[in-house]
Nanobody, 119 residues
Protein backbone atom coordinates (compact mmCIF):
# COMPACT_ATOMS: atom_id res chain seq x y z
CA UNK A 1 0.00 0.00 0.00
CA UNK A 2 1.37 3.40 -0.99
CA UNK A 3 1.42 5.53 2.14
CA UNK A 4 3.38 7.77 4.46
CA UNK A 5 4.08 6.36 7.91
CA UNK A 6 4.97 8.75 10.70
CA UNK A 7 6.83 8.13 13.93
CA UNK A 8 8.67 10.02 16.63
CA UNK A 9 5.98 11.91 18.51
CA UNK A 10 5.86 12.07 22.29
CA UNK A 11 5.92 14.25 25.37
CA UNK A 12 8.83 16.52 26.20
CA UNK A 13 9.49 19.32 28.65
CA UNK A 14 9.61 22.95 27.55
CA UNK A 15 12.91 23.69 25.87
CA UNK A 16 13.29 20.11 24.72
CA UNK A 17 13.63 18.63 21.25
CA UNK A 18 11.99 15.93 19.17
CA UNK A 19 12.58 14.48 15.75
CA UNK A 20 9.63 13.32 13.71
CA UNK A 21 9.97 10.86 10.85
CA UNK A 22 7.88 10.46 7.73
CA UNK A 23 8.68 7.30 5.78
CA UNK A 24 7.29 6.47 2.37
CA UNK A 25 5.99 2.97 1.73
CA UNK A 26 6.06 1.59 -1.81
CA UNK A 27 7.10 4.83 -3.48
CA UNK A 28 10.28 6.92 -3.62
CA UNK A 29 10.01 9.98 -1.41
CA UNK A 30 13.04 11.39 -3.20
CA UNK A 31 10.78 12.41 -6.09
CA UNK A 32 8.45 14.36 -3.82
CA UNK A 33 8.33 17.68 -2.05
CA UNK A 34 7.21 17.15 1.54
CA UNK A 35 5.28 19.55 3.72
CA UNK A 36 4.90 19.46 7.48
CA UNK A 37 1.79 20.71 9.21
CA UNK A 38 0.36 20.80 12.68
CA UNK A 39 -3.07 21.11 14.18
CA UNK A 40 -3.69 22.01 17.78
CA UNK A 41 -7.02 21.34 19.49
CA UNK A 42 -9.62 23.87 18.41
CA UNK A 43 -7.30 25.46 15.86
CA UNK A 44 -6.90 25.24 12.10
CA UNK A 45 -4.12 23.26 10.53
CA UNK A 46 -1.02 25.34 9.84
CA UNK A 47 2.10 24.73 7.78
CA UNK A 48 5.36 24.57 9.71
CA UNK A 49 7.95 23.51 7.13
CA UNK A 50 8.42 22.31 3.59
CA UNK A 51 11.34 20.60 1.90
CA UNK A 52 11.71 20.56 -1.85
CA UNK A 53 12.55 17.46 -3.82
CA UNK A 54 16.01 18.88 -4.55
CA UNK A 55 16.83 19.88 -0.96
CA UNK A 56 18.67 17.83 1.66
CA UNK A 57 17.69 20.19 4.47
CA UNK A 58 15.82 23.41 4.98
CA UNK A 59 17.14 26.61 6.52
CA UNK A 60 18.16 25.76 10.08
CA UNK A 61 17.88 29.29 11.54
CA UNK A 62 14.37 28.63 12.82
CA UNK A 63 13.34 26.21 15.53
CA UNK A 64 12.04 23.63 13.05
CA UNK A 65 14.21 22.07 10.35
CA UNK A 66 13.18 19.54 7.74
CA UNK A 67 15.68 17.17 6.17
CA UNK A 68 15.60 14.10 4.00
CA UNK A 69 17.47 10.83 3.70
CA UNK A 70 16.44 9.37 0.38
CA UNK A 71 18.38 6.16 1.05
CA UNK A 72 16.10 5.60 4.05
CA UNK A 73 13.09 6.87 2.04
CA UNK A 74 12.40 9.21 4.93
CA UNK A 75 11.92 12.90 5.62
CA UNK A 76 12.50 14.27 9.11
CA UNK A 77 11.30 17.28 11.06
CA UNK A 78 13.61 18.38 13.86
CA UNK A 79 11.78 20.36 16.52
CA UNK A 80 13.95 22.41 18.90
CA UNK A 81 13.32 24.78 21.80
CA UNK A 82 9.80 23.45 22.15
CA UNK A 83 7.17 25.42 24.05
CA UNK A 84 3.71 24.44 25.32
CA UNK A 85 2.12 26.25 22.37
CA UNK A 86 3.84 23.78 20.04
CA UNK A 87 1.58 21.04 21.38
CA UNK A 88 -0.32 19.62 18.40
CA UNK A 89 -0.70 16.70 16.05
CA UNK A 90 1.97 16.97 13.39
CA UNK A 91 1.40 15.68 9.86
CA UNK A 92 3.57 15.19 6.81
CA UNK A 93 2.29 15.30 3.24
CA UNK A 94 3.97 14.58 -0.10
CA UNK A 95 3.42 15.91 -3.60
CA UNK A 96 5.49 14.91 -6.65
CA UNK A 97 8.17 17.48 -7.54
CA UNK A 98 6.54 20.12 -5.37
CA UNK A 99 8.73 23.22 -4.98
CA UNK A 100 7.12 24.43 -1.74
CA UNK A 101 5.35 27.39 -3.30
CA UNK A 102 2.06 27.90 -5.07
CA UNK A 103 -0.98 25.67 -5.27
CA UNK A 104 -0.46 22.02 -4.39
CA UNK A 105 -2.55 18.92 -4.33
CA UNK A 106 -0.98 16.55 -1.82
CA UNK A 107 -0.78 12.96 -3.01
CA UNK A 108 -0.19 11.37 0.38
CA UNK A 109 -0.69 12.26 4.03
CA UNK A 110 0.85 10.67 7.08
CA UNK A 111 -1.33 9.44 9.91
CA UNK A 112 -0.17 12.15 12.30
CA UNK A 113 2.06 12.20 15.38
CA UNK A 114 1.08 13.71 18.71
CA UNK A 115 3.62 16.14 20.15
CA UNK A 116 2.95 17.32 23.69
CA UNK A 117 5.04 19.88 25.53
CA UNK A 118 4.49 19.74 29.24
CA UNK A 119 6.46 20.21 32.42
Amino acid sequence: QLQLVQSGGGTVQPGGSLRLSCTASKFRIGYYGVGWFRQAPGKEREAVSCIKQSERTTNSEGRFTASRDNAQNTVYLQLNSLAPEDTAVYYCAAAPQYMCSGHVSWSFWGQGAQVTISS
